[in-house]
């Protein structure tokens, strides 16, 4: 079978994450990367003997060889460079958000129906953890009974400190969220995939910890802890945490919180669904187990097993039992998702993420801060 050749623009640390990623797929090969940063590109690409290295968007979609795209480009830059992509016809893998306002998510939306032969999805990875297709395939299955409520929280520390530093705080070039769009969008996503219910209203805090940083003058990145030498005192507007409140089309109710200011947390992202049955919980640093909850028998620890685990989830999973799968396992799998999809033929609704469903994420961020600003429910049409 003929490979997919791809190249990946961005390469910071989410697009050299990618970079991993599609080395492990056999459905595809790595034959491009891209940044206007050139030292970076071409260290990225010696590093990983990537045959070609372009510095600008323009010139990668130019290459007649490469088939699909990943966009790994700071938010600002992802409503140009994703319609750039689907015009080119070339397949279309972007970071989320898929654009920062819903105004402009919903125009990349429209405009990829236009193009009927380009596959195109936004990279909620968590949802490809085997744990999660399993939690997913067993709420499906009426394991837990109706889902009546989802609760839970993710938690970061590498904004804990007044010289930490990220363009995310920046609303010129993030959007108008930090933590929420960041992290909030992937436990909105997850709860809704899972549960296969649509978050409708919302209700939210939302604060900034730290209101001035000290903003590095030479440019790091992202996760890094050292304390620059020299910075300038910023204002920052965007928050670093935030509670939501919210209610979903089924009647379910719910509540999360997230946070990049939580010391000792690197990535505690954990959700709960409760059913008339049974409940549900999953903890992404735990997240080779399900913990499932009753009120007449006893609680039980389901271990991701690939002999036992469900049809849903087997494609995702490859270790045997009790050989840790991790978050990068997870990232792969997502990844490995789209690509077989297109190999496929693009048959069928797809497990990751379409265009419609990361628009509806950025739809309702911009909900939320509305609601934490009018003190107020917000509904979510």
């Avoid at 893998?93 to 032969?117: D, F, G, V, W």
């Avoid at 085997?130 to 709420?139: A, D, G």
């Avoid at 890094?224 to 939501?244: C, D, F, L, R």
């Avoid at 997870?330 to 628009?359: E, M, R, V, W």
């Amino acid at each position: 079978m003929k490979k997919i050749k791809t190249g990946i623009i961005g390469m910071g640390y989410i697009g050299e994450s990618h970079i991993e990623a599609v080395r492990r797929i056999g459905l595809c090969s790595l034959a491009a990367v891209a940044d206007t940063n050139t030292e970076l590109a071409k260290s990225k690409a010696e590093t990983y003997g990537i045959e070609k290295c372009y510095n600008s968007v323009d010139e990668l979609l130019a290459d007649p060889d490469i088939d699909a795209v990943h966009n790994c480009t700071p938010n600002f830059l992802h409503t140009q460079i994703n319609e750039k992509i689907i015009r080119s016809g070339k397949h279309l893998l972007s970071e989320k958000p898929l654009a920062t306002t819903y105004k402009e998510a919903q125009y990349i939306a429209e405009l990829a129906k236009q193009y009927p032969q380009v596959v195109a999805a936004v990279n909620f990875n968590y949802r490809m953890n085997p744990m999660v297709q399993e939690m997913k395939s067993r709420i499906a299955n009426g394991d837990i009974g109706e889902v009546r409520l989802a609760t839970g929280s993710y938690l970061q520390d590498w904004l804990l400190y007044d010289t930490d530093y990220s363009w995310r705080l920046e609303p010129e070039v993030a959007g108008n969220s930090c933590c929420i769009a960041d992290i909030g969008s992937h436990w909105m996503d997850a709860v809704q995939h899972v549960t296969g219910h649509k978050i409708t209203e919302v209700m939210a805090d939302l604060a900034t910890v730290i209101p001035v940083r000290k903003k590095p003058k030479k440019q790091t990145e992202t996760f890094t802890s050292a304390v620059p030498s020299e910075y300038e005192e910023v204002e920052i507007k965007n928050e670093e945490y935030g509670a939501v409140m919210f209610r979903l089309n089924n009647g379910a109710r719910g509540v999360y919180y997230v946070s990049e200011v939580c010391a000792g947390h690197g990535c505690y992202f954990n959700f709960e669904i409760n059913g008339s049955k049974a409940s549900l919980k999953w903890n992404q640093e735990e997240n080779d187990r399900l913990w499932m909850g009753f009120r007449d028998d006893d609680n039980r620890f389901i271990i991701r097993n690939p002999n036992t685990i469900s049809a849903e989830a087997k494609p995702y999973t490859q270790l045997a039992m009790g050989h840790p799968e991790g978050w990068n396992d997870a990232f792969k799998g997502n990844i490995y998702a789209f690509y077989k999809y297109i190999a496929d033929g693009g048959k069928g609704k797809p497990l990751f993420a379409n265009l419609d469903d990361a628009a509806y994420i950025v739809k309702l961020t911009e909900a939320i801060v509305e609601s934490s600003k009018k003190r107020m429910w917000v509904k979510v049409d």
